[in-house]
T-cell receptor, first 111, second 114 residues
């Protein structure tokens, strides 16, 4: 049972444009969401998070939006840079306080 | 400062064998978690240890076990390896009192079971 879903395995964007990565979840009890970024041969690194009491959190070029009624969150990267090319994972905390990850979306930013 | 380190980097085993993976957390971090990442999927939680005690366990068979040592390093053991155990095994550490958004991941150990 995939409680956190990233339905797009890959995304290709031109440098300077906006990248939008999407994530859906099924458990309405999730109260904290995170995005991780992973380069090949490295572990995931924390990027940005959002609490369920907010609908938006911004950090530089990265903004996460949360739509609780739709059980949907998205990560916006503006402007996209070639160095942003990586696999992005959406994750949420379950009731036991453990991280549940989505399948990941591979972002490719073309120069 | 050194990040989370894991050894070995790569490992090849055959079915039925046993494997031990090692993790050293960031200095000062007392919590260590283990994840399995199968190709094309996100990391799946296996275990969490804090102060040498198991604090959580994911949906993995008893062939998987772990422990944490007094210096907070950790080992993940997998017995009777199956082909499906082939994956990237990630270790993450977090500082005392932190929520898991402060987990710091190591580069992982790539296990191939033939």
């Amino acid at each position: 049972d995939q409680q956190v879903k990233q339905n797009s395995p890959s995304l290709s964007v031109q440098e300077g444009r906006i990248s939008i990565l999407n994530c859906d979840y099924t458990n309405s009890m999730f109260d904290y969401f995170l995005w991780y970024k992973k380069y090949p041969a490295e572990g995931p690194t924390f990027l940005i998070s959002i609490s369920s009491i907010k609908d938006k959190n911004e950090d530089g070029r990265f903004t996460v939006f949360l739509n609780k009624s739709a059980k949907h969150l998205s990560l916006h990267i503006v402007p996209s840079q070639p160095g942003d090319s990586a696999v992005y994972f959406c994750a949420a905390y379950n009731q036991g306080g453990k991280l549940i990850f989505g399948q990941g979306t591979e972002l490719s930013v073309k120069p | 400062d050194a990040g989370v380190t894991q050894s070995p980097t790569h490992l090849i085993k055959t079915r039925g064998q046993h494997v031990t993976l090692r993790c050293s957390p960031i200095s000062g971090h007392k919590s260590v978690s283990w994840y399995q990442q199968v190709l094309g999927q996100g990391p799946q939680f296996i275990f969490q240890y804090y102060e040498k005690e198991e604090r959580g366990r994911g949906n993995f068979p008893d062939r998987f076990s772990a422990r944490q040592f007094p210096n907070y390093s950790s080992e993940l053991n997998v017995n009777a390896l199956l082909l499906g155990d082939s994956a990237l095994y990630l270790c993450a550490s977090s500082p005392p009192g932190a929520r898991d958004n402060e987990q710091f991941f190591g580069p992982g150990t790539r296990l191939t079971v033939l």
